[in-house]
């Protein structure tokens, strides 16, 4: 039996990456009706077709993360990538402006399923984005500067990706895969405006896509989160998704503390004290209202 790992879907099928090479693959009866969706940066076992030429999936192994989703317009998630290493998110110092609460949303999407982000402050020949780089510096994220046109800071990225499996995820416009094209050319992700095949607007990625680096592991390019969720995320576990939250946690004066209006609580006052970043604060806000609005899946 083969091993692989899916790469893209390509209309029914699945373009799988193996020792041997690249195979195309089909979901085999049982796998549709006992496994769940198949995504990209699934570990998959194939068995041969008739033909000699398609595999079929005859299984998927055990993830070990799984990053989803918003179904547009409805409940529930979709999946979109398996067993990723971090969750880098794309953000433009300028054109368009960035949105620190997009930002902090896609940030908190890689905590809660427990995947390490950082943030890649992209188009700096605009502006320095020093504001935005310090504002999630002191968040404890790591912050890589780049720009896709002069090659500054390519070769920090490079670095961060090598050997890894990662997300590269960001609102349209950030310039995410013009920057993936200038990391590594040959690349073939798409960039400019969209064929007018595909009518799906001006949004140029339209399907998760992973694909090999030359310095080894794998970088998933993904369609812009326009609507972010956090299923499966308990209002009381948000404050957790904050890094620079974590280590007052336990210095609340109440154990439920949920950082918003009680006394003693410890996050507030560093937000006092100018130590956690009030907009920051603002965003977990949002959040927390958020989840606590969302109906139960049982509603």
């Given at each position: 039996m083969v091993t692989g790992v899916v790469l893209e879907r390509d209309g029914g099928a699945y373009r799988v990456l193996t020792p041997q090479g690249e195979v195309r693959a089909i979901l085999r009866g049982k796998?549709?009706?006992?496994?769940?969706?198949?995504?990209?940066?699934?570990?998959?076992?194939?068995?041969?077709?008739?033909?000699?030429?398609?595999?079929?999936?005859?299984?998927?192994?055990?993830?070990?993360?799984?990053?989803?989703?918003?179904?547009?317009?409805?409940?529930?998630?979709?999946?979109?990538?398996?067993?990723?290493?971090?969750?880098?998110?794309?953000?433009?110092?300028?054109?368009?402006?960035?949105?620190?609460?997009?930002?902090?949303?896609l940030l908190v999407v890689a905590e809660a399923n427990e995947i390490s982000a950082a943030v890649i402050l992209n188009k700096i020949d605009l502006d320095g984005g020093e504001a935005l780089a310090r504002r999630m510096e002191r968040a404890g994220y790591t912050v890589i500067r780049t720009c896709a046109k002069t090659g500054a800071g390519l070769d920090e990225l490079r670095a961060a990706l090598a050997g890894k499996e990662s997300v590269v995820t960001g609102d349209s416009g950030v310039g995410k895969s013009s920057l993936l094209n200038a990391l590594e050319p040959g690349l073939g992700l798409r960039t400019g405006e969209l064929s007018a095949k595909l009518k799906r607007g001006k949004q140029t990625t339209v399907s998760a896509i992973m694909v090999p680096l030359a310095v080894g592991g794998f970088l998933v390019d993904t369609p812009g989160f326009s609507e972010v969720g956090l299923w499966g995320l308990e209002p009381r576990e948000l404050a957790r998704c904050f890094p620079e939250f974590r280590p007052l946690l336990d210095s609340c004066r109440y154990a439920d503390?949920?950082?918003?209006?009680?006394?003693?609580?410890?996050?507030?006052?560093?937000?006092?004290?100018?130590?956690?970043?009030?907009?920051?604060?603002?965003s977990y806000a949002t959040l927390l209202a958020e989840l606590n609005s969302a109906p139960k899946e049982w509603e």
């Open positions: 796998v549709k009706r006992d496994q769940p969706k198949v995504v990209v940066g699934d570990r998959v076992r194939l068995d041969a077709e008739s033909d000699g030429e398609t595999f079929g999936i005859a299984a998927v192994d055990e993830r070990t993360s799984l990053l989803e989703r918003r179904v547009p317009a409805g409940r529930g998630a979709r999946p979109v990538a398996a067993n990723i290493d971090q969750v880098l998110v794309v953000t433009a110092s300028r054109d368009p402006e960035p949105i620190p609460q997009l930002l902090d949303r503390c949920s950082h918003i209006h009680e006394p003693g609580c410890a996050v507030r006052a560093a937000v006092e004290r100018g130590e956690v970043a009030a907009d920051r604060h603002a």
